[in-house]
């Protein structure tokens, strides 16, 4: 039985290590091409490869978050006779079983359900009216010269000479258009391997500030409280920091049921879109803990329509610089919008995180299944940098971020030296950025000495309680 606890699952920036992984946008006559075609309860995916290869790997292959196994086998069947898909280091990998070229047709059974992805979305998301949200990142194929060529291969590839396209995905469904793109469309093509594609009745809802496509079986005072809560977030960013990826954000929330004893709620960003799941019987009547954590969650994942998509990191090692950095940005906008949220507690909780994930490289945390270290230890550090911002201008963090954001708007990449150059700026001293660097790249084993250092460093109030660093 699962504990009565509220769950807050992958956010996506820190997703964007597939984003290094994954191909780009565009179409190109090397690309797969796959139909994915629902006809009742039947799914099929019928891909037509571009070469010959002795091998293709699925680009994103992220590990299920509860089991810690390939989520694929449990989800899709192949039924091509001679091939089969394997795991083969950190990749799902289809070979021909007689060694020669998989054949260039390929015939996949799908069947769809709701499944929460180490640091990547959701393959589905399941509606109570029978309606499904397919990802068209999962169906990006990749060639390989040989099957044993993905067991050497590293979690971020974005230095990896490989060819890799966005598959060109036509999506069909027997009982009518799908909804692709914020409107309904017979036979959409999607070329970017970045949509939620909604298979069934489910409706988009319009406002001036929102679209919302929430399940009909969701609690209804959530839906009440996200449609109330997103379009002020939203506003706040954009007059802090200026235009964001996008205007008018969609919200689409799926509802997994009232299962007992459980809290749990779950999304990620992608452009334009963010993706909520909730499940428990403590969610169906109005809580105030939860109403916090939903507004947080749509906090933090609205920010990362500033950082994490006007605006990225460079490689995944770095995506401290958009989780930690999109954690605050919620807290500051929730403190302003909702005065009784209690930020202590929340910042408390990043710092008791940071020291605990520490003790090992923040940096590679990735490859350790600890994306929380990301969170924790980047919001750290961004509330040290806050701390000298308010001492060198009286600003805040989002005083910090802005010039940035705006300095990275052309090539969209904010680096982690850039980072640290403007923290070097405004603290004079290379030794903050030098005990960070220590976090980032070697762990420490008294993590909490240096925690507290660098709060003392940027003028944040702690004391120490039992070895505990207590933030005041």
């Known amino acids: ?29 090397n690309a797969p091409e796959v139909t994915v075609t629902r006809d009742g309860d039947l799914w099929i995916a019928d891909y037509v490869l571009p070469a010959d290869a002795a091998a293709w790997a699925f680009i994103r292959s992220a590990l299920a978050r509860e089991s810690r196994q390939p989520w694929r086998p449990g989800q899709w069947t192949l039924e091509t006779p001679g091939v089969v898909m394997e795991r083969r280091g950190h990749l799902d990998v289809v070979r021909a079983l007689d060694g020669g070229p998989v054949p260039r047709r390929l015939k996949f059974r799908l069947s769809p359900k709701a499944e929460d992805l180490q640091a990547d979305y959701d ?33 971020d590839m974005k230095d990896v000479d490989l060819p890799r396209f966005n598959a060109r995905i036509t999506w069909r469904d027997r009982a009518g258009p799908v909804l692709f793109g914020g409107e309904r469309r017979r036979n959409p093509v999607s070329l970017t391997g970045t949509d939620y594609v909604l298979f069934g009745r489910t409706a988009l809802v319009d406002s001036p500030r929102l679209a919302t496509v929430i399940d009909p079986g969701l609690p209804g005072w959530i839906g009440s409280e996200i449609g109330e809560f997103a379009p002020k977030v939203a506003d706040y960013y954009a007059r802090r920091l200026g235009p964001g990826q996008t205007d008018k954000p969609t919200i689409m929330v799926s509802w997994n049921g009232p299962t007992p004893h459980l809290r749990s709620m779950g999304g990620s960003v992608l452009p334009g879109l963010i993706i909520m799941a909730f499940e428990g019987d403590n969610v169906v009547e109005p809580s105030n803990e939860v109403a916090d954590h939903t507004r947080w969650f749509i906090g933090h994942e609205s920010a990362h329509f500033w950082l994490g998509q006007t605006v990225r990191y460079e490689r995944s090692r770095d995506s401290w610089i958009t989780e930690g950095g999109s954690d605050l940005m919620a807290m500051r906008a929730m403190s302003e919008i909702s005065p009784s949220y209690d930020v202590r507690s929340a910042l408390q909780e990043e710092v008791d995180d940071c020291i605990d994930l520490a003790d090992a490289p923040v940096a590679e945390a990735n490859s350790r299944g600890e994306h929380r270290a990301y969170y924790a230890c980047g919001a750290v550090f961004a509330l040290v940098a806050e701390g000298f911002q308010k001492r060198v201008t009286g600003g805040d963090w989002f005083d910090f971020l802005k010039p940035l954001i705006d300095a990275s ?3 969209g990449v904010l680096t982690r030296q850039e980072w640290f150059e403007a923290l070097d700026r405004l603290s004079g001293d290379t030794t903050v950025r030098a005990d960070m ?13 240096l925690v507290a250092r660098l709060l003392d460093e940027g003028g944040i109030g702690y004391r120490l309680e039992d070895g505990k660093v207590r933030l005041t």
């Open 1 to 29: 039985m699962r504990s009565p606890i509220v769950t807050i699952l992958a956010s996506a920036a820190i997703l964007a290590w597939c984003a290094t992984t994954a191909p780009s946008a565009g179409r190109d006559p």
């Open 409 to 411: 708007r052309e090539d």
């Open 437 to 449: 660097e220590t976090l980032l790249d070697r762990g420490s084993g008294d993590a909490a000495t």
């Open 123 to 155: 393959p589905a998301l399941m509606f109570t009216d029978g309606s499904v949200a397919m990802f068209s990142g999962h169906f990006d194929l990749m060639p390989l010269v040989s099957a044993e060529q993905a067991d050497s291969l590293p979690l």
